[in-house]
Each structure stands twice: as structure tokens, then as C-alpha cells.
């Protein structure tokens, strides 16, 4: 007769959940879209206008995906953005403030060849006004771009 104790149970319930769980949130590799050939990411900074232009530019055949939070909506806000989005300038760092962009997510497709545009102002950053970016400046954008689903 097997007998389990409650630690027993415990530890087996977590070898069972955590064993499920790495197989369902796998990423299939050949889903990622792959930055500098599949898809490219310029960005422009005017100083004048404090804003900072963002352009994506799918370099595939197909349509390539990211979810709708990942990219600068009217205001340059982005949901969770301070994990993908960011200016670096000397040896500081001024990510970009999380924004609301609304709920349930959804993808923003950009068909073959299409660019699309974001302009977003330095006040997003949190960029004081008495501070003027280098020409070392560079924006850090990393977001998870896919090939969408058919």
C-alpha cells in the first residue's frame, strides 16, 4: 500500500504543472520574425520637436504580426513599455512610461512591404526639458514581431 503525505501530493502536483507548462508556452521558432531580415526598425530623433520617429518596415513576403500594445498608438503610448521601448544617451536610460491602450490585446498586422509610422514625444520618456540628447543617442525597441497566423 502507497501512501502520500501532503508533501508528497505537493511536490508531485508541481512536477505536473511545471512539466505541462514549459510544453505550452513554447515558442515556435520558425513563427519569430527575425529583426534585419524579415523585418527592419529605423527611428529618427528631432531635437526641435522633441518627438522621436519610429518606422517598422516589413521586408517579407507575408504579413508579420505584434500585438497592438507593442506599438506606439496615437499619443506614443505603449503598454508595458518600459520592457521594449527606451532611449539611451551617455550612461543613461529613459524608458518610455507604460501606457493604457486598452483591453482585450490584439495583433497589428503589416502586410508585405508595408512601413508603418510612430512619432513619439520625449515627454514619454520622461526626458527633462533642460536635457538636450547627444548624437549617441540611440532608441532601444524590442518587441516580439511574428509571422501571422493564416
Avoid at 67 to 93: F, Q, S
Avoid at 113 to 121: D, F, L, M, Q, Y
Amino acid at each position: 500500500m502507497i501512501r502520500f503525505s501532503l508533501i508528497h501530493g505537493i511536490l508531485l502536483s508541481a512536477i505536473i504543472i511545471s512539466g505541462c507548462s514549459t510544453s505550452t508556452i513554447a515558442v515556435e521558432p520558425s513563427k519569430a520574425a527575425t529583426k534585419n531580415v524579415d523585418y527592419e526598425i529605423e527611428y529618427l530623433f528631432d531635437t526641435q520637436s522633441r518627438t522621436v520617429t519610429l518606422t517598422l518596415k516589413n521586408t517579407t513576403l507575408t504579413p508579420i504580426c505584434l500585438l497592438h500594445e507593442d506599438w506606439p498608438g496615437e499619443n506614443g503610448e505603449v503598454g508595458y513599455g518600459a520592457d521594449i521601448l527606451m532611449i539611451m544617451d551617455r550612461d543613461e536610460t529613459f524608458p518610455i512610461e507604460d501606457g493604457s491602450v486598452g483591453y482585450p490585446p490584439s495583433n497589428l498586422s503589416i502586410n508585405a512591404g508595408e512601413v508603418i509610422r510612430s512619432n513619439i514625444p520625449f515627454t514619454n520618456f520622461n526626458i527633462p526639458e533642460s536635457v538636450n540628447l547627444s548624437e549617441q543617442a540611440s532608441l532601444i525597441y524590442q518587441p516580439y514581431i511574428r509571422f501571422c497566423e493564416n
